[in-house]
Each structure stands twice: as C-alpha cells, then as structure tokens.
C-alpha cells in the first residue's frame, strides 16, 4: 500500500427526483465547478477593460485541493434518496471542515418552477475524509 495521500471529490445526486440523464450530469457540473470556485479568493482578480488580468487561489503545495488539482480530477458520482439526507451530509462537511458545494435547481426545466436542491459536491478533499460523509452510499 502506499503511503501518498489521495484527493477525491465526491457528487451526490437526489435519486428521489428521477432527473433526466442530462439533468444530473449538467447539476453535478454545477456542483463541481462550484467547489472548485470556493477556492478562488475573489480578491485576487485583476479586472482591466473586462479581462482577468489575473486569478489564482492561494493554496498549500500539501493541501487536497492542491494535490487533485495537479493529479487525477478523481470525481465519483454517487447517489441519496432524499433532500434531507443530502442536507445531512452537507451539515456533516460543514462540522468537519470539508469543501462542499450544495446546488439548488432554479426550477425552469424541471421541477414545476420550484427552486429545488438536487446535488452537492464534497471536496476536492482527502479521500479519507470525504469517505467518512460519502462512503455508505451507492454508486449513481
């Protein structure tokens, strides 16, 4: 076994909502770009004439974030059965100090209107970590 840490960011998907195919992959792109946005410390842009002169989030080599930003991406879709199971694991990251990204749906698509919380990423973080929220549940 070796003894390198590995990072991993984990989508949980609502299954309760039956979404189209191309729902879930379109709300678990939202979730994880929007994890990966948290990183961005939004006073580093630069703006000159509407360009971004300048952006970069402020990361230790030896962090998760750091570490699956450089390596593998490593994304595992998985699935809950209901919002409040998934606001439970967010509650979960939230104590532990695990990125999280939580989306709600506008509801124009789907839904009836009704702004809805279907996913969320957890991480990038160690896996380890992100296992002790995510690792009970069932492959998506």
Known sequence: MSNTKESKQVIVIRKDLNMRK???AAQAA??????ILKLIDRRKYN???GEVMEMRAELRADSPECHWLENSFTKICVSCDS????????KQAQDKGVLCCAITDSGKT????VPTL???AFGPAWAEDVDEITGNLKLL
């Open 22 to 24: 191309g729902k879930i």
């Open 30 to 35: 939202h979730a994880s770009m929007g994890a």
């Open 47 to 49: 703006l000159l004439d």
């Open 83 to 90: 919002e409040e199971e998934l606001l439970t694991l967010v």
């Open 110 to 113: 789907e839904f009836n209107g």
């Open 118 to 120: 279907t996913c969320a």
